[in-house]
């Protein structure tokens, strides 16, 4: 059975090679954990020990299928307890995500798939997430950065580029959650902000910041 620290960084590793870089350096994991280089190595070679990583000196870590498979899994629990803790129990954004790291490791798989069950098998969680199925599956996103709509054209936020406590405060006092609809009305060349309309009631004008880091699911009709 792996512990805690071990889950923990698996995920962290599977999220970092998810950008692109399958091998993944000691310093950028250290800083992700904030902690020090020897400590990510020390740890890097116990996962070794347990085959659920490759680890090359110089060349950074590679999670095995093994380990990757665990990662997905730990993922999948966070988002699944994120959903449940937004939608049963009325947690904010900002709120879902400390108590989720405590609940994804309880090992129970009986337990997973209920909750999975309960929750009507969400594609996604409160912040947008994608929630892999069972299998360690992936759903398909088509979503687009807000930024990238145009003048006139509208979707639903779907997902965030961000999960910084002080953004998600920022778009619960904007009103800002997934399922908004947001329509663009205008886009301000001077400092790339943009006008937009939100649920259709009340007017706002979002940083260009902001604008790149809330992903949007187009509507069919402009």
């Known amino acids: 059975m792996n512990s ?21 350096v000691t310093k950028a994991i250290a800083e992700k954990i904030a902690t020090k280089p020897s400590s990510v190595t020390d740890m890097i070679k116990k996962l070794a020990e347990k085959r659920l990583v490759n680890y090359e000196r110089y060349k950074g870590v590679k999670l095995t299928e093994k380990g990757e498979m665990i990662a997905v899994e730990i993922l999948r629990k966070h988002r699944l307890w994120e959903e449940f803790l937004s939608v049963f129990l009325g947690f904010k954004l900002d709120e879902v995500h400390e108590i989720a790291e405590e609940l994804e490791h309880i090992k129970s798989d ?10 009507n098998y969400p594609k996604s969680d409160p912040h947008g997430d994608p929630i892999p199925n069972s299998k360690g599956v992936f759903p398909f996103s088509e979503s687009i950065k807000l930024s990238e709509l145009e003048q006139g054209e509208s979707g639903k936020v779907v997902g965030l580029g961000s999960g910084e406590s002080s953004f998600l405060k920022y778009l619960n006092d904007q009103n800002i959650h997934q399922g908004t609809v947001i329509e663009v009305l205008d886009h301000h060349s001077f400092d790339l902000s943009v006008a937009v309309l939100i649920d259709g009631t009340h007017k706002n004008h979002l940083s260009h910041k902001v604008s790149e880091n809330i992903l949007i699911r187009k509507n069919n009709e402009r």
């Not at 889950?7 to 993944?24: H, P």
């Not at 009986?110 to 929750?119: E, F, M, V």
């Open 110 to 119: 009986l337990l997973t798939n209920k909750l999975d069950k309960l929750l």
């Open 4 to 24: 805690y620290a071990e889950e923990n960084y698996l995920k962290v590793i599977y999220k970092l090679s998810i950008t692109g870089n399958k091998r993944i």
